[in-house]
């Protein structure tokens, strides 16, 4: 099996920008006005906390207002533990770095369960309530603060000013880019971008989803609190001021402006607001003829005008103007493929569902639904618009548990069981509404169904000690997709494909987990006539290797010449089963599709 890699940039000069931008950080101090390198300083350190938030936001889909409260958790750790207790300003990261990992975990677990505006103003509720708490404990100086922070040594060599603690900062801000970065482009990555995603769709390929989110709120807080330490030992003072809920908004502010989806974004955020930000505090009162925080009004002018021109902020655009080549295809040699789930003996029974019924408040969905699959058979679920067959596909996978019945799964009962459980076991599906990550390419969207066929972490994932684990999964996601017939949009984004191949890329998905059974929710809707002769093709090559297959499927030409056994519903319940030919003729049948038979 091979592998493609993602999209690459042509020219030799676009590759060589990070080094180039390396190379003019390191002689900036030598060469910059005083003024300016501190303004890079605060830049590096604004940075570091938009990173999180593009963890966080822009990847995660989850908005906070609060890290300014984790930075400072971070400042008030070492300014506290320094000048009291006279640790060493290298400790003390440790102890801020472990303090700020347990708050985090601790406010994640309540926070991140509310959804929609909850969930923000959830954020907004404990960053004032840190910010406050900074101000008004006597042992961390109230809002007089804390003074007299020693400045931090490297080497033997103290970092007194400015021009000195740069390299220090910038070099924190490449070592959580290239973090971010790594962390992102891996299996791990692939399954916190799932979470913008929607958690139904995640869940169903396996992903941890409550595990993800949890991840990515401690991540940003160690960020923010790696921020906040390195903000006390250049200020060697602290107060709670730079903490407050408006700074958090800043943080937020930067991020969305810069590009909330990319780690470049951030950076890119990061200094626009800062000089932006200077200029407006110099110029504005001169034109106003009076003094106040008139940026703040500019920002929020600025914030409605870019999230109404470019959603994405101002990173994307920028790209537009980079050439880039078309998709390269260049193989990857993978050595050792995933290992496979044992194979079921064809005619052994997969699935038994068993007095099914799903309620609504009043509304009965399911109705003592009863069916069974067996390994390597294809079973068709039809039945009018409404009749609860999508409905019956939520309860099987454990998207939305039934209210009462029975599920038994490979011999062992599952109606209680989360999705990714069940995944894990060896079901897969589709869904009805198509489910990819649009702006991500089919490569990576396909790769999500492979999640848990691997098992490295977020930490090695970081690091990049999974190289050999993540190159067999996207070997096995190629692989899917060269056997679904879209080779040819193996680096496209989902996206930009049509309807019916967007479906295709959902079966290859679905295939990537290895699965036994596996659910098809209307697969040949959007498909041309000679698409749905290739995907039935498919699902009988699916059907001899002994995959089980229950599709709901509208199409009755597309049914009755591919299903060996084909269940009727009608209002919830089972209105028939049977052989194809037998369901064709049934009178329930023709009664409930066509309204009766002369």
């Known amino acids: 099996m091979s592998a493609s890699p993602r999209l690459q940039l042509s020219p030799p000069w676009v590759k060589a920008l990070p080094l180039i931008g390396i190379a003019l950080l390191a002689v900036a101090p030598l060469l910059l006005p005083e003024f300016t390198v501190t303004l890079l300083n605060y830049i590096g350190l604004?940075?570091?906390?938009?990173?999180?938030?593009?963890?966080?936001?822009?990847?995660?889909?989850?908005?906070?207002?609060?890290?300014?409260?984790?930075?400072?958790?971070?400042?008030?750790?070492?300014?506290?533990?320094?000048?009291?207790?006279?640790?060493?300003?290298?400790?003390?990261?440790?102890?801020?770095?472990?303090?700020?990992?347990?708050?985090?975990?601790a406010l994640g677990f309540i926070t991140l369960r509310l959804s929609g505006h909850y969930?923000?103003?959830?954020?907004?509720?404990?960053?004032?309530?840190?910010?406050?708490?900074?101000?008004?404990?006597?042992?961390?100086?109230?809002?007089t603060g804390i003074s007299g922070i020693p400045t931090l040594g490297v080497f033997g060599f103290e970092l007194h000013s400015g021009r000195e603690f740069f390299y220090l900062i910038w070099l924190a801000v490449l070592g959580v880019v290239v973090l971010t970065r790594n962390l992102l482009d891996s299996r791990s990555g692939r399954a916190i971008r799932a979470l913008k995603g929607g958690s139904l769709m995640a869940e169903a390929m396996g992903v941890n989803t409550p595990r993800a989110k949890i991840v990515i709120f401690t991540v940003a807080a160690l960020y923010a609190c790696l921020s906040g330490w390195l903000y006390a030992h250049l200020q060697r003072f602290v107060n709670p001021t730079p903490f407050s809920l408006t700074q958090g908004i800043e943080y937020l502010f930067m991020a969305v402006i810069g590009g909330v989806a990319h780690v470049w974004g951030a950076l890119l955020g990061a200094g626009l607001i800062t000089i932006l930000k200077q200029w407006l505090q110099d110029?504005?009162?001169?034109?106003?003829?009076?003094?106040?925080?008139?940026?703040?009004?500019?920002?929020?002018?600025?914030?409605?005008?870019?999230?109404?021109r470019s959603r994405d902020g101002l990173w994307p655009i920028l790209l537009r103007f980079v050439p880039q080549a078309p998709a390269a295809q260049r193989v990857t040699t993978v050595g050792q493929p995933l290992a496979r789930r044992p194979v079921v003996e064809r005619g052994q029974e997969l699935l038994s569902v068993r007095e099914a019924t799903k309620r609504f408040g009043g509304l009965v969905a399911n109705n003592q639904m009863s069916l069974d699959v067996r390994a390597g058979e294809v079973v068709a679920l039809i039945g009018p618009n409404g009749a609860g067959k999508s409905t019956l596909f939520n309860g099987i996978s454990g998207v939305d548990p039934l209210t009462s019945g029975e599920i038994t799964f490979r011999g062992e009962r599952v109606e209680r069981l989360p999705s990714r459980e069940i995944a894990r076991r060896g079901m897969s599906r589709t869904f009805q509404h198509v489910r990819l990550l649009s702006g991500m390419s089919v490569l990576d969207n396909v790769a999500i169904g492979a999640h848990l066929r691997g098992d490295r972490g977020y930490l090695p994932a970081a690091l990049h000690l999974e190289r050999d684990e993540e190159a067999r999964l996207l070997a096995e996601a190629a692989y899917q997709i060269e056997r679904c017939g879209l080779a040819e949009h193996l680096n496209d984004a989902a996206g930009s494909l049509p309807l019916g191949k967007q479906r295709i890329v959902e079966i290859a998905r679905a295939l990537a987990a290895d699965p036994c059974l596996l659910l098809l929710d209307e697969p040949a809707a959007g498909l041309r006539y000679f698409e749905k002769q290739a995907l039935a093709e498919l699902l009988r090559r699916l059907r001899d290797e002994g995959i089980g297959v229950l599709l709901v499927e509208h199409d009755m030409d597309f049914v009755m010449g591919l299903a060996d056994r084909v269940?009727?519903?009608?209002?919830?319940?089972?209105?028939?089963?049977?052989?194809?030919?037998?369901?064709?003729?049934?009178?329930?049948?023709?009664?409930?599709?066509?309204g009766g038979v002369e």
């Open 46 to 105: 604004y940075a570091i906390v938009a990173m999180g938030l593009v963890l966080l936001t822009g990847v995660g889909g989850l908005t906070s207002f609060g890290q300014a409260a984790f930075v400072g958790l971070g400042a008030y750790t070492t300014a506290t533990l320094t000048t009291t207790y006279g640790v060493s300003p290298w400790l003390t990261l440790l102890v801020g770095l472990a303090l700020t990992a347990l708050v985090a975990l």
């Open 119 to 143: 969930l923000p103003l959830g954020t907004i509720a404990w960053g004032i309530s840190l910010y406050y708490l900074f101000g008004n404990v006597e042992f961390l100086g109230g809002h």
């Open 283 to 308: 110029w504005l009162p001169q034109l106003l003829g009076q003094s106040g925080n008139f940026e703040i009004i500019f920002f929020g002018l600025m914030m409605i005008f870019i999230l109404h």
């Open 567 to 594: 269940v009727v519903m009608e209002f919830g319940e089972k209105l028939a089963e049977g052989l194809p030919e037998d369901v064709q003729r049934n009178p329930a049948v023709l009664e409930a599709y066509l």
